[in-house]
Antibody, heavy 119, light 110 residues
Framework: QVQLVQSGAEVKKPEASVKVSCEAS????????ISWVRQAPGQGLEWMGW????????NYAKKFQGRVTMTTDTSTSTAYMELRSLRSDDTAVYFC????????????WGQGTLVTVSS | QSALTQPRSVSGSPGQSVTISCTGT?????????VSWYQHHPGKAPKLMIY???QRPSGVPDRFSGSKSGNTASLTISGLQAEDEADYYC??????????FGGGTKLTVL
């Protein structure tokens, strides 16, 4: 069965960076994309960007351009999301989700990773 | 890209129907038939309920249905059940391999 397993919770200081991983199993990693979506406390879902599992092509939401980098390791079917220059309002649960390109929908999700930014 | 507009909350009694609207623009909802809906119970991962405006993934009850008219998409839940109480988010393709979510709607089953 399809599974996306994310790395554990992180606590970071302002201006630091965080890198969250998302290990996929149960499907052909290179046949789908991975998107990253976050939810700040009391807020809604926010799309951060997408990376192709096939060729590494990516597109980031304008809000995060310059601060985020998404990568993949096809040898381990793992996607990564690195966010730099962290601020307190980056405190959120970060989800990875499999992006079905033909429908542009997110059909499987990771369990979420809480990133807390605090001095 | 601005978030799609959803009502903050809706409610209904068991057995009733509720409809959640999702309003965007011609650059997203109105421009593509790629609207999806997600059910999100706090502390869990979101779950895909509807894709391509009105298609249900395998395993999603047919009590859930989706539609679209112009720049507004809708999710209707009929025969409300207690377990339907959750947050619901719409999402639309917005071109150039990007999507935009709605602000979310809290469904309360009375």
């Amino acid at each position: 069965q399809v599974q996306l397993v994310q790395s554990g919770a992180e606590v970071k200081k302002p201006e630091a960076s965080v890198k969250v991983s998302c290990e996929a199993s149960g499907y052909t990693f290179t046949s789908y994309g991975i998107s990253w979506v976050r939810q700040a406390p009391g807020q809604g879902l926010e799309w951060m960007g997408w990376i192709s599992g096939y060729n590494g092509n990516r597109n980031y939401a304008k809000k995060f351009q310059g601060r985020v980098t998404m990568t993949t390791d096809t040898s381990t079917s793992t996607a990564y999301m690195e966010l730099r220059s962290l601020r307190s309002d980056d405190t959120a649960v970060y989800f990875c989700a499999r992006w079905e390109l033909t429908t542009t929908s997110f059909d499987y999700w990771g369990q979420g990773t809480l990133v807390t930014v605090s001095s | 890209q601005s978030a799609l507009t959803q009502p903050r909350s809706v409610s209904g009694s068991p057995g009733q129907s509720v409809t959640i609207s999702c309003t965007g623009t011609t650059s997203d909802v109105g421009g593509y038939n790629f609207v999806s809906w997600y059910q999100h119970h706090p502390g869990k991962a979101p779950k895909l309920m509807i894709y391509d405006v009105s298609q249900r993934p395998s395993g999603v009850p047919d009590r859930f249905s989706g539609s679209k008219s112009g720049n507004t998409a809708s999710l209707t839940i009929s025969g409300l059940q207690a377990e339907d109480e959750a947050d619901y988010y719409c999402c639309s393709y917005a071109g150039s391999y990007s999507v935009v979510f709605g602000g979310g709607t809290k469904l309360t089953v009375l």
